[in-house]
């Protein structure tokens, strides 16, 4: 701040002359003024934008310099004016990690030399005097200059003072040598910074995957055995084929025995239930040990392996709670808070209380800094076990600045090592875990089902800030969410939460029994009956009316379309039909673009006019494009903007179609 | 910034333990982060808002602390919960000057104790435990505390120890009694502080002022004389009746010789033109002296006083060139730019050459700091002169560091001193010198025309960032502006622009001739033909056709209703008809609510239904309200949201109805 200014009304106008006279403004990707990364994905381009300008007339000129943390050369990167004193540069960054940028623009004095000239030239004044200053002006940028460029420019000088006629001397200032030797060496006047603008680079997956939700224990193919991570290895076919590539489980940790609920939530469990997977830590172990019932470590890590081998990676969950019966009560009391009477007090929203969950307590005294190591080393270990992503529960109810140490802790070894914050809650805090590091984020998106609550949903996540701090992973369900709508529309339904989660973000997740229809739920809850986080529940995953293929080929189009590979490069346009969503996904250069067309009633055909978003490609109303249903295979030309469509919900809910401008 | 972060992963946690655990964000009203002054006026609320929020379910409590920049002492003010994380507090300043502010947020530990235990008794539930762990609490914030409090806790603590039964305990914790005192302690745990943010705080007059412009030299009552000060004099209590309450003079200076520009800026000017006013300097002085034919300083300081004597304060321009007469360029040679002959840089926008004008080099070794300084003498004396106001001419053509060192050195001693920026460029420059410190500016409002030219640049104007930094003053005329709209309009275009300006903002503008619908043109431009900056024109100010009533009434209006005392409060209201625009101006309280119905054909008559806000009092559709026609007196009950109105722009063009809800 400059609050308080010291000093004479001299000594302040010296500051001020000295200060930046050039405006530098709106720098983006920027978050709260630089205090957090903005995100970035591996070889996607970034642009960074600036808007740059100063009093007067003169040509200004601007670069972007950046480096990643711990270099200490500049790379640099010229900055191109957009009009409007908007500037633009282009990167594309080529592998994980945190950079910082800066802008600078300066005075580009020859430049605006030349132009001037240039004009008085034209307009066929004299200009005599003007070709001395030229000349002067050459003699003060060789001063400050070096090396070759020096040296050519010194020749030049020497030319110009040799030079008899008007007109050489007007060729030697405009020559494009004179200006390269002139570009290089850099003659920067009221040369002007912005701060240092940090970029959080992650690799591609961080921003593109399909992820596939499973209860390892379900996946016994005897009913009531108990599954187990070789179980999991037999399905790995069937799931690679679907196209997901991440395969994520929920906790994997010994289960406690304390207050153990049964099936349906129940308060008491039998003998034989096994209990809630978030119930973590018995005298098996804790959060860094594998639950008996499933294998050995050794067998978690072959399963790892054979992921691996399928194209998938494996995603574990990140719950910090511990059940009554976790190791850590014993050896580290500390850690926890006790009551009045000498109990530990279980989690509770009061009058709600949990008795089977008992909370860490991020600032006892004795926990800093060891519980915060002991969980920095539960995922590092996991890491080591091949883990590369976390899907951590419930992150907003743990403190920020936890999370922005740990993840950067872990990303200091493994900047491959991606994070989703599942977080439902409210928008600040859903933004500003982003912010803090996860690559990736639970959204609102089950609980968007109209059309302009999509759209406007689809449009917020592409605009700033979340443009630059929320990676948007549209699960269709999950354990926890069995979505109202999903209850209510049967196989088309389906369909059409699926189309909208993989065509919507890069990021899409299912939870196994998606792919069944499955919507039992617990009578006006969201949630699904008998569910899986207190039972086994075993499947036929070829039962009749699945939706396997369609999903499959989604993940197909997915991967064949970059488009489809992101969130951003969303367009709403217009299809005269409320019931219907219809919006365009494209790359930067327009090289892909795809239309989307979803029917959001799964109950009735739906027909609508709809605009060809002809003037996207510069052409006009009546002009022709080639469309191709990337669902069917099927080729058309569509002649003129204005078309009609019908969709049938029985058949198919949507459609896709990629375009390509008619030959 | 947090690039490099030294030190092992424990210190780090340890480190980051310890920052805050709070996030405050989108902090209002701030200027790029906090790196410029927001703007607010004496006696008008600010509200100063952010959004507070922090892991889990913890209660929260927000407080704004402010000082005036020299003060020790912080004043503190309350922030409320707003809802979904926004919390705000009313600011009310009462005096001029830069003030800084800060957010801070904590845990209310108490208070999250209350309102668990609360939910609990509620419930039925057994909390023995839980009193004795409040008075555990109690004993807490009772060690931190001092004085009068402590001593007051201290006896809570003791009637606690002595208090037999469980209600009893339950009723001295829940005692409001109990929360004044835990209040008074300030037990604030994990205490978080957002960065200073500044405040630059201006007299009403900033922001609600009606400007009348004149040339003095035009304002001899014999025609072919040269005006003076003396002849303003004999026109104030004119000016004053129609209710303006800033007299604007172009540049008062002596005029240089060389160059001087002729009638319609011809090139050679006869030995009787005045020449142009912006042509500063001659043999008879500088920017601080008077040209002779206007009179003496004297004569000046007289005039000023006797403007005040009727309510109106001087505005004087300033304009930093010189004619090629002025006495710096002898004095001062190196604080003007010389070409390579020895001869002076005149200004130029090559191939155009402006001769008569020479612009000093703020940057030239020997200007600073005595250029700036010499600048900065010319307004403060100026100042001492009696003069409180500066339109600054072109200030977009001069360095940024320099107006924000400029006017903040002024207003150290005169914070009562208002700057109005006559810049006419692209939007980033725009609101750039109101975040440098220009009370208000010029505007875009000339060439907006249309109903959504007009809505989109008001609302525009509401929003931030401009809202923070830029003061729209809507001028309908300037000597360099003759709108081409009023060109062909006739009398009514001129009501029209009046009452878009004069209810569009607290600020609005005439330059004289206005009010007589003067408009002849140089054709094709958007001059005035035989324009007053290079030849005397003295009007006859009774002419008929003058519009002095209206322009009376409109002033009376700004003056009788607060939610015309500013360009905030706009609010769009569906009238079905692209030729009226209809909004509403109100007060935060909505004690003030005016309705404006603007037809913007000066031809034909114009129709619409229209809705009557019904809804920003609460009220259903069908309830009624009084309107008042606050330009003829008239009033009447409307009856239910929908309405119907005609204007005849031969009658008056435009309706202002004041709300009240019926009783």
Not at 62 to 80: K, N
Not at 221 to 227: F, K, M
Not at 372 to 386: K, P, R, S
Request: contains cysteine; charged residues 25%; hydrophobic residues 40%.
């Amino acid at each position: 701040m400059h609050m308080e200014s010291p000093g004479t009304p001299e000594s302040r106008a010296e500051a001020a002359a000295n200060a930046p006279r050039i405006a530098i403004e709106d720098v983006e990707p920027q978050l709260e003024g630089g205090r957090f990364a903005a995100k970035a994905l591996c070889r996607r381009l970034t642009r960074i934008r600036a808007r740059i300008f100063m009093d007067g007339h003169e040509q200004l000129e601007a670069e972007v310099a950046w480096r990643y943390v711990g270099e200490t050369e500049w790379s640099r990167l010229p900055m191109q004016w957009q009009g409007n004193d908007h500037w633009e540069a282009e990167f594309l960054p080529v592998r994980e990690g945190r950079t910082e940028f800066i802008v600078l623009a300066w005075v580009d004095s020859y430049a605006s030399y030349r132009h001037d000239l240039e004009k008085k030239y034209a307009a066929g004044q004299a200009v005599d005097l003007e070709l001395r200053e030229g000349t002067e002006l050459l003699r003060d940028i060789v001063h400050a200059a070096s090396g070759d460029c020096a040296a050519g420019l010194t020749a030049i000088l020497q030319q110009l003072d040799e030079a008899p006629q008007r007109e050489e001397c007007l060729a030697l200032l405009m020559a494009p040598h004179t200006l390269e030797m002139v570009q290089k060496a850099e003659h920067r006047a009221h040369l002007t910074r912005s701060i240092a603008y940090a970029l959080d680079i992650e690799r591609q997956l961080a921003g593109f995957a399909s992820w596939y939700e499973l209860f390892p224990r379900s996946e016994s193919p005897e009913p009531g055995r108990h599954g187990s991570f070789s179980d999991v290895r037999r399905r790995l076919p069937e799931i690679a084929a679907m196209g997901f590539d991440v395969l994520y489980f929920p906790p994997i940790h010994p289960i406690g025995r304390t207050h153990r609920k049964g099936p349906n939530n129940s308060l008491l469990a039998g003998p034989d239930d096994p209990g809630s997977p978030y119930a973590i830590g018995s005298e098996e172990g804790g959060h860094d040990a594998v639950h008996p019932q499933l294998g050995s470590l050794a067998d978690f890590r072959a399963l790892v392996a054979a992921a691996h081998d399928h194209g998938m990676e494996v995603a574990l969950d990140f719950a910090i709670q511990c059940s009554p019966d976790h190791p850590w009560l014993r050896e580290h009391p500390g850690w926890f808070s006790w009551r009045a009477d000498g109990s530990i007090r279980h989690a509770e929203n009061p009058p709600k209380k949990y008795e089977d969950i008992v909370n860490v307590d991020f600032y006892a005294a004795e926990a800093i800094p060891d519980l915060w190591l002991a969980l920095l080393n539960v995922v590092q270990g996991w890491v080591e076990q091949g883990v590369t992503l976390f899907r951590v529960d419930n992150p907003h109810t743990k403190p920020l600045p936890f999370w922005e140490w740990l993840i950067a802790e872990v990303r200091r070894d493994h900047p491959e090592v991606i994070f989703l914050a599942e977080a439902f809650t409210r928008p600040a805090m859903m933004a500003r875990l982003g912010k803090a590091g996860f690559s990736q984020s639970y959204t609102y998106f089950t609980w968007r089902n109209t059309k302009p609550e999509l759209q406007s949903y689809f449009e917020e996540l592409n605009a700033p800030p979340l443009r630059d701090c929320y990676r948007p992973n549209f699960f269709v369900n999950t354990p926890d969410i069995n979505p109202y709508f999903l209850q209510r529309s049967g196989r088309a339904g389906f369909l059409i939460r699926a189309v909208l989660a993989a065509t919507g973000s890069g990021l899409w997740g299912m939870y196994s029994g998606f792919e069944l229809c499955e919507a039992e739920a617990v009578p006006g809850k969201e949630e699904y009956l008998d569910s899986e986080k207190y039972q086994l529940r075993q499947r036929d995953y070829r039962a009749p009316g699945n939706i396997v293929g369609e999903i499959t080929r989604l993940n197909r189009i997915r991967r064949e379309n970059p488009a489809l590979q992101s969130h951003l490069g969303f367009h709403a346009y217009n299809a005269w039909n409320d019931n219907i969503l219809y919006f365009g996904k494209r790359t930067e250069d327009l090289g892909n673009f795809i239309l989307v067309a979803v029917c959001l009633d799964p109950h009735n055909a739906q027909e609508a006019d709809f605009e060809l978003p002809l003037w996207e490609f510069g052409l006009p109303d009546d002009a022709a494009m080639d469309g191709e249903d990337l669902m069917t295979g099927e080729r058309w030309t569509w002649q003129g903007k204005r078309q009609w469509m019908r969709i049938e919900p029985w058949h198919l809910p949507f459609g896709i179609w990629r375009l390509h401008p008619a030959r």
